[in-house]
């Protein structure tokens, strides 16, 4: 196979589960009788199944809550971690404009979670992976609003069957040029919280 190339690859499942744990946002993409459908919600990895489970939620009126109920639907997960483009100007070397990024793919097979009260406890449960070690936050059993909003929320569980971490990092590169990537990364992320106060600017303006 030529692609993706060989230095791209991440070798290790547990590097490519750490990924997962640091940028839990996944990008869920269905295909079911001639139709691409995509949806951006939060998974956490438990380790049920010869590689683990991703559990999440998706409104119930999310039109892909039909392609999971589609037996030959296909199914495939892309965790989205950190990436920059890396200018010329960066490298020791000559080279060409580039973009840099960590991501994993991963396909499985999706279960449906019907019982509400299993849907309350895998939200209580990803509420406490998300708060972190040091919750500031709780989210009760008894929560009201929880108990309103639960009967317009679909859970659902995927099986990992196979798993791809592409990370393109300049890998082909002399050290020194991979080091120079690398901080050219690092100092794209300063640039975060200003995209942010304009995409907020943005929208604002629209509405």
Known sequence: MKYPPKHHLEKRFENALELIKMYPLATLIT????????SHTPLVHNAMGTLG???????????????FKDSKHDLEIIFHGPEAYI??????????????YFKVHLRGNI???EDSQSVKQSLIE????????????????SNPRMKAAINYIVGFRIEITSWEGKYKISQDKINKDQE?????????QSQVKENIEQL???????N
């Open 180 to 188: 120079r990537a690398k901080q050219a990364m690092v100092d794209s």
């Open 53 to 67: 489970t991703l559990v999440g939620h998706l409104d119930k009126f999310n039109p892909q809550i039909e392609h």
């Open 31 to 38: 295909s079911s009788n001639h139709k691409v459908l995509s």
């Open 200 to 206: 907020y600017l943005n929208h604002q303006s629209k």
């Open 126 to 141: 990803m509420t406490s992976f998300m708060e972190g070690g040091q919750p500031k936050y709780i989210l009760e059993e």
């Open 87 to 100: 200018s010329p100007s960066k490298y020791s070397t000559t080279q060409l404009p580039t973009w840099n």
């Open 111 to 113: 279960v449906l979670t």
